[in-house]
């Protein structure tokens, strides 16, 4: 992860891996806090066009990372969207100039829990400023002024990713032209909150956390924080999913042992979500970033009606959701277009049949795939890109 | 907003002459809200030669991701149900092609498009053509026509009218009839301004353009 210096003029910031210090720059909480100084990493992919105007912005979910496409440089996997992004592909490379940051309060190179403290007293640890989704939009706001970019004609996410489109739209709707909230809500649901709480108490539960302060005591809360990653899990999947993949199927065993093993498929299918997940993700940020998700209600913010949110709004939307997905159900999303309609936004949405769950977002959905093709080539002649 | 069933119904030959008819009736640049519209076959004509700034509210998810994968401004959504969501006045013509009889509440949907916007365009497989009076006088059986292909058992057709029928539903709800154009074995005829019973006799369907009037 190169770091690069803040003058503008710098090509290398335009391209590729890329991380930026920004000093002074001020950035006010919404719990009154100011950060003076971030870091902002991001990557990017294609090029920006002459006039700026091809720029889509790519919002990534909770656990994810700037590495939207191309190989991530720790696992050496490809990233999480490259099925989406790349030349030819409905985020087409070729025609657009994609970023994509990752999230402040996150662990993959952005100013989080992970980062030192100004006055260089160790790392941040619980220290770290409570966040909102809108907190992490006017970081990615910093971002753009740093690039010196104007505006997006695109603004896409899943999932989190999804709640910062909308943030992007509804805050700073001057700057969007396009967005697509994909498998979100414009808040977070009681039983998503519930869930959450059930991951942040596991690893306020375990041992090693030291009160957040782990990093001290040369420990990680693995435990709690593999067990909040396997709840988690099984809220991105849909029973039918699970059925279809592990059954009761027993895992290299003939019968169930009468203990506590993994006899079953599932269980050792989770252990190893939970135990992988440790490996790559920081337990404070994994508190900080469902915190800020929780704590997301864009109608709260304007009165109680979301539709006031969006009032005036010019930003055309395309909102999709997934059939199977219960922890951003299409409820969520038929509410939101409803407010869309009130608002008099030009809105498309869709609904994708997958028994894949939440997840489906991630993964291969040909019709995804027809949507977005088809909502971006006719955004794209409207704003004269093609 | 209407299942192939039924958009089979409106069919006078392989194309909806009525569509072509409609749009030409719209404004070029003007607001539009097209309701059942389909797999977008209409909004396409608004959108590219009317470069109207057109939406569309469709039942079936399969139609509205073709509308979608075209890149035409759809949602999915019933006219029986989600008209109310939609802003006083939000677009300038609001249009119901063949659907009107597939609805729950005919008589609320119209009300809720005047509001919606202050001029309607519908168009309407009409029930008092003679074909279907005879097929009912002389055998004694549901019609099956053109315009009403399917069987009564399967039809989404649930409330279909006469045109006479259908203007004085216009009358109780204070919607002025500005033109009717009815259609019969594929060719268009203007009626002099409100159909009588002769149209009422002879149209296989019409296209009708409503004005809202004081309430």
């Known amino acids: 992860m190169g770091n690069t210096d803040q003058t503008k003029d710098s090509e290398k910031n335009l391209q590729g891996i890329a991380s930026v210090d920004l000093k002074n720059v001020g950035l006010r909480l919404d719990n009154g806090e100011v950060l003076d100084d971030v ?23 909770l656990t994810l990372d700037q590495h939207a496409a191309g190989d991530n440089p720790l696992t050496g996997k490809p990233g999480w969207w490259s099925s989406l992004v790349g030349p030819g592909l409905p985020i087409d490379t070729d025609k657009f100039f994609v970023i994509c940051q990752n999230v402040i309060g996150g662990c993959a190179g952005s100013t989080g829990p992970t980062s030192m403290k100004p006055d260089g007293s160790g790392v941040y640890g619980i220290d770290f400023p409570v966040l909102t989704i809108a907190d992490m939009v006017r970081a990615q706001n910093l971002l753009l002024d740093h690039l010196d970019i104007p505006d997006l004609f695109c603004v896409i996410g899943g999932s989190m990713g999804g709640m910062q489109t909308l943030q992007w739209a509804a805050a700073h709707g001057d700057r969007v032209f396009s967005a697509i909230p994909i498998a979100t809500a414009a808040r977070h649901s009681s039983q998503n909150i519930a869930f959450h709480e059930v991951g942040r108490q596991a690893v306020l539960a375990d041992p090693d956390f ?46 169930v042992t009468y203990g506590f093993e993994a006899d079953f498929q599932i269980e050792s299918y989770l252990r190893h ?22 704590y997301f209600d864009i109608a709260a913010d304007h009165g109680g009606s979301l539709a006031e949110a969006f009032k005036g709004t010019s930003t055309r939307f395309c909102v999709v959701s997934f059939s199977s997905d219960w922890l951003f159900p299409t ?31 991630l993964l291969n959905e040909p019709e995804m795939y027809t949507t977005l093709n088809g909502f971006l080539r006719a955004a794209a002649r409207d704003r004269g890109l093609s | 907003m209407i299942d192939p069933k039924a958009s089979a119904d409106g069919n006078l030959g392989n194309k909806r002459i009525d569509l072509e008819l409609i749009a030409n009736m719209v404004e070029s640049g003007s607001r539009v809200l097209d309701i059942g519209c389909g797999t977008g076959e209409l909004l396409d004509l608004l959108v ?53 009889q597939a609805t729950q509440r005919p008589r609320e949907v119209l009300h809720e498009m005047s509001r ?57 709800l204070g919607l002025k009839v500005e033109q009717c154009i009815t259609l019969t074995n594929g060719k268009a005829k203007q009626s002099a301004t409100r159909p009588g019973a002769w149209q009422n006799l002879t149209a296989e369907q019409a296209v009708f353009v409503l004005r809202r009037g004081a309430f």
């Not at chain 1, 039918?240 to 065993?253: I, V, W």
Request: net charge negative.
């Open chain 2, 48 to 100: 590219e030669q009317r470069h109207a700034d057109g939406r569309g509210l469709e039942l079936s998810q399969s139609g509205v991701n073709a509308c979608v994968a075209r890149g035409l401004p759809v949602v999915q959504g019933n006219a029986d149900t989600d008209l109310s969501y939609y802003p006083d006045d939000g677009f300038d013509t609001v249009i119901l092609s063949q659907t009107l």
């Open chain 1, 331 to 361: 409820s969520e999303s038929v509410s939101l277009v409803r407010a869309l309609n009130a608002a008099g936004a030009n809105v498309s949405f869709v609904e994708i049949e997958s028994d894949k769950g939440h997840d489906a977002f």
């Open chain 1, 39 to 61: 870091t902002l990493s991001y990557r990017t992919f294609g090029q920006l066009n002459k006039d700026k105007s091809n720029v889509v912005l790519i919002c990534h979910a």
């Open chain 2, 116 to 172: 919606i916007g202050p001029r309607l365009i519908v168009s309407i497989p009409n029930f008092g053509h003679w074909r279907v009076r005879a097929h009912l006088a002389l055998n004694g059986r549901m019609p099956e026509t053109n315009a009403l292909a399917s069987s009564w058992y399967e039809t989404a057709n649930i409330h279909l009218c006469t045109l006479l029928d259908f203007t004085d539903l216009c009358d109780a």
């Open chain 1, 210 to 255: 030291h009160a957040g302060a782990y990093h001290q005591h040369d420990a990680r809360p693995r435990k709690g924080l593999a067990v909040a990653r396997m709840a988690a899990h099984i809220t991105y999947l849909s029973e039918t999913a699970l059925q279809r993949k592990f059954g009761r199927n027993l895992q290299d065993r003939e019968a």
């Open chain 1, 273 to 294: 979500q939970g135990m992988s997940f440790v490996e790559r993700f920081d337990a404070n940020s994994y508190l900080y970033i469902t915190r800020a998700m929780d």
